[in-house]
C-alpha cells in the first residue's frame, strides 16, 4: 500500500524584481538575513553550494534553545524564474529523514513578482499544515526585508 503523501502551496505578490528576490535565495549571507519565520529564530547555515547537486544545510535557533537542523541538495535552478530543492530535517526532529521538495516559481506581474512556493511529498496533513505556516511567516519576512530595500549580501 502506498503512503499518501500532501502537498501546500504558498503565493506572495511581492513588489521587487524577481531578479532581486531569486538573489535571496542565492547565498548563505543573504538567506541568515531573512530565512526564518519568526524574527526571534535566526538562521545559521552550515554548509551551501548553490548549484545542481550542490547540497545545503541548515540550523535554526529556536527561543526555547532548541536547534532543528535540516539539509538538502538543489535540484532545478533557472535564475530568475525557477528554483528547486529537497527538504529534509535531521533528528532530533520527529519527521528526521523523510524527504520532502520544494519549488519556488517566480513570475512577473506588472511591477511586482508573484512568488509562488511548493511544498511537496509531505508526509501528513498536520506537517504540510505546520509549513505552510512556516512558509507563510517566511515570505512575511522576506518580502519585509524587500521593502525596507534592505542590501542583502553577495546578492549580484
Do not use: C
Not at 7 to 35: C, H, N, P, Y
Not at 44 to 60: K, N, W
Not at 86 to 113: C, K
Not at 127 to 148: C, F, N, P, Y
Amino acid at each position: 500500500m502506498t503512503q499518501q503523501r500532501h502537498s501546500t502551496t504558498v503565493r506572495r505578490m511581492v513588489t521587487a524584481d524577481r531578479a532581486r528576490i531569486f538573489g535571496a535565495f542565492k547565498t548563505a549571507a543573504a538567506l541568515e538575513q531573512w530565512f526564518s519565520p519568526a524574527p526571534d529564530i535566526t538562521l545559521d547555515v552550515l554548509q551551501f553550494e548553490f548549484a545542481v547537486g550542490g547540497r545545503y544545510r541548515i540550523r535554526y535557533a529556536m527561543p526555547d534553545g532548541s536547534h532543528p537542523t535540516l539539509g538538502g541538495t538543489f535540484d532545478l535552478i533557472q535564475p530568475p524564474e525557477k528554483l528547486s530543492f529537497t527538504w529534509v530535517w535531521e533528528a532530533p526532529d520527529p519527521h528526521a529523514d523523510i524527504p520532502t521538495r520544494v519549488t519556488i516559481d517566480l513570475i512577473e506581474q506588472n511591477n511586482a513578482t508573484e512568488v509562488v512556493l511548493t511544498h511537496e511529498q509531505i508526509p501528513t496533513r498536520e506537517i504540510a499544515a505546520r509549513h505552510a505556516a512556516g512558509w507563510e511567516a517566511t515570505l512575511d519576512h522576506l518580502q519585509q526585508v524587500l521593502k525596507d530595500e534592505t542590501d542583502l549580501p553577495d546578492q549580484q
